[in-house]
């Protein structure tokens, strides 16, 4: 990871940590931003990222901020189901706007 990725991540981190009032996206618990971890709903595997392309899985709406490895966990949309390709078709509007 270059310097200029890392401080993207942080950056977004930091934005994710405004957004969600500090709160973790699963179980609400506030965290501090130290601690805030970002996980991904359509997980960032090497299948997922063929079947979507790098730009869905590496967006932020594809990110979520929580407070643990435990809440980190269940992140993750059910492979395959509506909720997973309805996020992916979103995310893939945005970027056509250029959002
Ligand atoms: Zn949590």
Do not use: W
């Not at 299948?47 to 993750?76: A, E, F, W």
């Not at 996020?87 to 959002?99: C, F, Q, V």
Request: charged content about 25%.
């Amino acid at each position: 990871m270059t310097d200029r990725e890392a401080f993207a991540l942080y950056e977004l981190r930091c934005r994710k940590h405004i957004q969600q009032g500090g709160r973790c996206a699963i179980c609400g618990n506030y965290v501090h931003l130290a601690f805030f971890q970002l996980g991904h709903r359509i997980p960032q595997r090497k299948d997922m990222i063929q079947k979507y392309g790098s730009r869905i899985i590496y967006h932020p709406r594809n990110m979520v901020g929580t407070c643990s490895l435990n809440c980190n966990g269940k992140v993750q949309l059910t492979p395959d189901s509506m909720e997973e390709k309805a996020l992916a078709e979103s995310i893939r509007g945005d970027i056509t706007e250029g959002r």
